[in-house]
């Protein structure tokens, strides 16, 4: 139900999209013409999923029941680290960011510490030496030129 | 150039030194991805591609190619020795292999798994040989019109061929659509959805998109897991299926062929869709149908072949139409792209290197990777073994690495996050990722061979009909999309009564 | 899928230990290892790669040329060609790094974003700079953002037909368009671009009545042409494999001068159509670089074009050597965008230029 509803506001806002764009005519249809269609068919389709899910109530999973008993968290943390370092990626340059990322991922699978910032510098090491030198594509620099 | 020349000419591209070393390579990575659950060859591809900037355009698509192939073989290792699928076209290979491998046939279903697959790769590689020659010269009289025909065409058989819910499936590819209409409009150049940002003016990229629905969804969904999987300790002896087994097997590998054959050309169908469709068939036909799920050999056989003809048969549309009938295409077709080659019916005559050579060095993969297989299945049992807490953020940083060298650009990362958590949420609420990557690719192509066939007849919708190949493609829609919905109003008043 | 296996008698699942996750954990504990860990790996990494900025003379470092296109493209192996020839005047390395984007923009935005040393520049189709520019509103101005260093390579366009066509001269397609209006179809590499502005210099000359198909690059256009679905087709550099092949005809060529390809063809303006290829490669500097380094690398850069080995290279790639200093550029720029400006506006294909060109 969630699920359909985000569709739903998707499609809603390519609509509006579409509109501002100019649909144009059949003989000459315009840059509007493919979305404002797409988004029609979403909207419906999103619909019906809607109400089918609506009608099936009762036997339905509850959004909590999905994430029962796994650990979640470490998806979200994971997911969490990685928008983050996006965001800092620019500014930090490759082997700083990419060396915390690692040592952060390597913990979250429950590695020991010691192991954790060996592996993350063995793999950034690695991973630097093959598309910088190998490869010769260099990989993001930050403020301070590495 | 012929069917015969063209081989031959391939060949000698196939037996340059570095393309056969990358041939090797392809194959031999292929496997360890089939071989490794939770990363499958969309992912490897993805992540890959940007390795194959620096080598000649063949060599890259016979490393890539053979990638593909290789996890074809590979899958089943996983299926049969631990019953976890190492990617999903391998998925019915483990209700029976599994149970083969606990009865301690594990080398016999091993073994039917890799010949099975050599046998059904070749007659699919046949297949493409002699095929996308007249095929090729016919997609030079298809226009805008029968493009267009055919692409829906290929969308309704996603839908239909879902393997979930169809309402979802629809819902996916329309998404899909939706995502490939960001940037600039093709035809007028206008922008749309860009929000004015530059990065997204030739809108998002495949590969990103791909890496993170792929690779880094996969590994998001494992990490939550705790639950890891034991390796049967058995022995493996005696590979070869005795020769009662293959009289079993023997009608078994022919239907699974013949089906993974035709599927593979079909948009929308591909090596996953026939492993299934394959397997329901050989438990129709079995005259002991109980022993499905208990060991059935044929139960291997059959989607083992499937799969493998399939993939074979898949480049037929890409590398003649242009068009990518799977997810694994749609990637490759991504590749082509990098490399400066447009995929299509002048690819034959353009770079013939690159269409035989691919060609030659997949005969060449198939029989290399029924040698190599079944003596290093011992080897891939110790890489099984590779605990997951060092292996997921390996991925991970792959995936980092693979989205930004691709276009050397840190926000085809935050795509590439994005589209990982995006694919993380579709797989909890039950959503299928195919349609939307398919969607992705095909719905540029679908626009503008709409909107180029209204151009041409001056907004008259009479040039879909008045051409042959369109209007059959248009019919077998129809029929497509009105199947389903007749059978749940039949079945409604069944109910009723 | 899952349910598959799931639903199988004896999933072998063996839960390991049932140790629930808790996120503070892993800060709390060993934190002061985690710490040093970090610290450690940054003594190691940072003096390994911090190269010391010692003022000498330039270059005394590689030369980073950004392309705004992908590898194996027409701007990104002319741009190859042009660094492999110039290293050996610079005496450095020059390597291209791609950052595709944006028609091209993202690279030139990116430009803008560096020091402007000369140690970064970047590798730009003109197009980029006058053309999209003004269907697009792009973060730079085009004549005063950047200092033109060099023209260098231009594609070989052209007006062609499918070897069967009725048609052997531009002349009588032309008439033929005239007699039959509405009738003729054609494919460009797209609206707006240079390849559907030359057909449009003809088309109004005439007052010719065309329906124009756009597709995307030259490749997909010519497919169109030799599967018949259009009548004639105007492509960039891939019309000469297939010109040679004899699978098509060449009626023009749009270019300043005759193509030393196809030195039997005419030129659009020996046809009498003033129009000429505006589309030439070009390298360009941040436009604050200093005039002193501007200088040196555009010399560098003009003996790197005279050499057998660049010469050859474009020749492979289907590219036509020219040169322009960046003074002469400068103007082709200036006067090029005027011609687009009023080209655009006529068509209708924009009302106004997106971006202000300075």
Known sequence: MISSMILFLLAAFVLITSLGLGIGSVSNPQSGFMPFWISLLMLAFSLILFVTAYRNSSSRVRLADLWHKLHWQKSALAAAFLAAYIFF?????????????????????????????????????????????????????????? | MDALNGLFYGFSVAFEFHNLLLMFAGCLLGTLVGVLPGIGPVGA??????????????????????????????????????????????????????????????????????????????????????????????????????????????????????????NKAVLMALTGITLSLIGLDPITSQQRLTFGNINLFEGLGVAPVAIGLFGLAEVLGNLEKTASAKILNVKIKNMFPDKSQWLQAKWAIVRGTVIGFFLGILPGGGPVLSTFISYGVEKRVSKHPEQFGQGAIEGVAAPESANNAAASTSFIPLMTLGIPPNVVLAVLFGAFLIHGITPGPMMMTQHPEIFWGVLASMYLGNVILLILNLPLIPLWVQILRIPDKILYPLIILFCLVGAYSINNSVFDIGVMVLFGIIGYLLKKFDFEAAPLILGFVLGPMFEVNLRRSLLMSQGSFGIFVERPIAIVALIICVILITLPIYQAIRNKYIVKR | MDKIIDSHPEAPYTSRRVKYFHPGDMFVKNNHWLIAAIAAWMLVVIPLISTGEVRAAYPDRSIIILVGFVPGGSMDLSARALAKSAEKILGQPVIIENKPGGTGTVALAALLSQKPDGYTLCGTPSSVLIRVSQFQKVPFKPFTSFKPIIGFAEPQLGIVVKKDAPWKTLKDLVADAAKHPGKIKYATTGVGSTTQAAVDEIAAGHKLQMIHIPYKGSMEALTAVLGGHVEFASLTSELIPSVKAGQTRLLAVISEKRSPKFLDVPTLKELGYNFANDAVFAIVAPSDIDLAIAKKIEEAFAAATKSREYLDALDKINMLPVYYDGKAFDAFLRYHWKVINKNLKSTGAIKEAATLPE
């Not at chain 2, 020795?81 to 391998?90: D, K, Q, R, Y």
Request: hydrophobic share 55%; with cysteine.
């Open chain 2, 45 to 166: 591809i993805s992540i890959l591609l940007p390795l194959t900037f620096q080598l000649p355009t063949a060599g890259a698509i016979i490393m890539l190619a053979g990638i593909y192939n290789g996890a074809m073989y590979g899958g089943s290792t996983t299926s049969i020795l631990i019953n976890v699928p190492g990617e999903t076209a391998s998925v019915m290979t483990c209700l029976d292999g599994y149970a083969m491998a606990r009865k301690g046939q594990a080398g016999a279903a091993l073994g039917i798994a890799v010949f099975g697959s050599f046998i059904a790769g070749t007659v699919g590689l046949i297949g493409l040989q002699l095929i996308a020659g007249p095929l090729s010269t016919l997609a030079l009289k298809f226009g805008p019109p029968e493009y267009f025909a055919i692409i829906l065409l290929g969308f309704t058989f996603i839908v239909y061929l879902a393997q979930r819910s169809m």
């Open chain 1, 89 to 146: 990626l620019p500014w930090a340059g490759y082997l700083i960011a990419t060396s915390v990322l690692m040592i952060v991922l390597f913990r979250l699978t429950s590695m020991k510490t010691w192991t954790a910032a060996l592996g993350a510098m063995l793999a950034v090491f690695f991973s630097y030496g093959l598309f910088s030198f190998i490869l010769k594509t260099p990989l993001p620099r930050g403020i301070w030129g590495f």
